[in-house]
């Protein structure tokens, strides 16, 4: 194993690239925070905003994470994991007041760059300033780590807490300190209670404490430590399956549980066997993932002979893609929980250039602005920009908000999304404008106490409503106090 530069100029360096490479992580994360929570993946932004605004106002206990989706009478429950950096964004906002889906925003960008410092050292105590340069911009510029690194979601804070764990157990393994042993097991836990897939991780970390100790006390302290924070996850799980088993009196509002995912999801899958998965692996790997130039560094990490102690790592990797495939199919967010080791790789393979390359600083600047651009290229839609359609879902929101009262439940159709609902503040429902049952669900929920209807999108949507109580630029609100008129 390298050790990292020692030289009080190289330290220097090192200090001066990472403060302006995290300046730049910041920076990139920070276009357009204040846009509302629509668009790419909205209904996951809303979601944790949802859970974050209920806990905070005490509609919910943070045991019973909670939607303003209305299940089974009442407001409805995500039994899955710990939103923990959801009840994160919920009290600073309880202190500091303002937007909370900006503060759900900051606390993304906050872990999305811690997890890149650390990440940097991580790298650079085990194979030097080079390796870990490339890393973490690579890990700081991936696209998915820009897009997901200022969305009000969990994984920004599953990179932080994954790249900790493997950070602190190489600090207990070089130190042989009991409380870097301790500060492995709690990183473990808060990424297992916030991703109970991220099981898979206890692979690499296992075999890391066995394979590079340099004392049993170390290894066993790690080991020990690491168990341990299995059983908050387990308690948790248990708690979640149990609250969604059908025979609990909660079962009836669970708009979502881990029992739903375990069936939805058991392995093995069928997409497995579909060469278009294969396909659009590698198509994700060099775009949203990597980036072109990213894959081709981390491809040439492979001639790099330290990548094979990161084998455990990779194949826990290829477990968790082959254990999820149709999470990795369907939703680009996922990468982030494999992230770590392919960038890692793709700063290796940089190592390998410029020990045997050496390459000029001009050549290094414009390869830097070069792979900035794929970056920005493959992030800025889905990072930055309001799609059109949803532009007027705020505004819609607000009217229904003055015009109901407080506790008075509400439907919205937006789609097939629920984010018109959060901007209601209301419980309430959030209706498909393409079911063909549409006309009975509004009138579902109008006898269910619903007096307002807000609609975004074309006047199809609208057919059969009557006339509406209150027009907005793209968005209509309709009274339900009577019944509805039919097609």
């Not at 009478?73 to 964004?89: I, N």
């Amino acid at each position: 194993m390298e050790n990292a530069d020692s030289s009080q100029p190289s330290q220097g360096r090192g200090f001066w690239f990472l403060l302006l490479l995290l300046a730049a992580s910041v920076a990139v994360r920070s276009v357009a925070l204040d846009r509302p929570l629509v668009g790419n993946f909205a209904t996951k932004n809303v979601v944790y905003a949802m859970i974050a605004r209920n806990w905070v106002t005490g509609r919910a206990g943070w045991a019973y994470p909670t939607l303003d989706c209305m299940v089974g009478g009442g407001r409805s429950l995500h039994m899955l994991e710990l939103p923990l950096s959801a009840y994160v964004t919920a009290a600073v906002w309880r202190v500091g007041g303002g937007s909370l889906e900006i503060w759900g925003r900051l606390t993304a960008v906050a872990f999305s760059t811690a997890a890149v410092a650390v990440f940097y050292h991580f790298v650079r105590r085990r194979h030097g300033r080079a390796a870990a340069a490339a890393g973490a911009m690579v890990l700081a510029f991936s696209p998915v780590s820009v897009i997901y690194g200022q969305s009000f979601m969990l994984e920004a804070s599953l990179l932080f807490f994954t790249v900790a764990a493997f950070a602190a157990l190489d600090r207990c393994l070089r130190s042989g300190g009991v409380l870097w042993a301790i500060a492995t097991g709690v990183w473990v836990a808060l990424l297992l209670l916030t991703k109970i897939y991220m099981i898979v991780v206890l692979v690499p970390l296992g075999c890391m404490a066995l394979a590079e100790c340099r004392s049993h006390r170390a290894a066993l302290a790690a080991l020990v430590s690491m168990s341990l924070a299995v059983i908050p996850a387990v308690a948790w799980y248990f708690h979640a399956a149990r609250t969604a088993d059908p025979a609990n009196p909660l079962a009836g509002r669970v708009f979502y549980s881990v029992r739903q995912s375990a069936e939805v999801h058991a392995p093995p899958h069928p997409l497995l066997k579909s060469p278009d998965f294969y396909r659009q692996l590698l198509d994700d790997a060099s775009s949203v993932v990597l980036t072109p130039i990213g894959l081709t560094l981390a491809v040439m990490g492979l001639m790099n002979r330290a990548w094979r102690q990161y084998v455990p790592w990779l194949l826990a990797t290829a477990i968790l893609v082959a254990l999820l495939p149709r999470k990795f199919f369907e939703m680009n967010y996922y990468y982030l929980a494999v992230l770590p080791p392919l960038a890692l790789l793709a700063g290796l393979g940089w190592q390998a250039i410029a020990e045997n390359v050496q390459p000029r600083r001009w050549a290094v600047s414009v390869l830097v602005l070069v792979a900035i651009s794929f970056s920005l290229r493959y992030a800025a839609g889905p990072a930055f920009t309001t799609p059109p359609e949803d532009r007027n879902v705020v505004a819609a929101g607000r009217t229904v908000a003055r015009l109901a009262q407080p506790g008075e439940v509400v439907a919205t159709i937006h789609g097939s999304g629920i984010d018109l609902l959060y901007y209601c503040d209301r419980a309430g429902w959030a209706l498909d404008a393409d079911s063909p049952e549409l006309p009975d669900q509004i009138e579902a929920c109008r006898r269910q106490g619903a007096r307002y209807l807000a609609v975004t999108g074309g006047p199809t949507t609208a057919r059969g409503l009557g006339m509406p109580a209150v027009e907005g630029e793209g968005f209509a609100i309709y009274r339900l106090s009577t019944h509805l008129n039919t097609p």
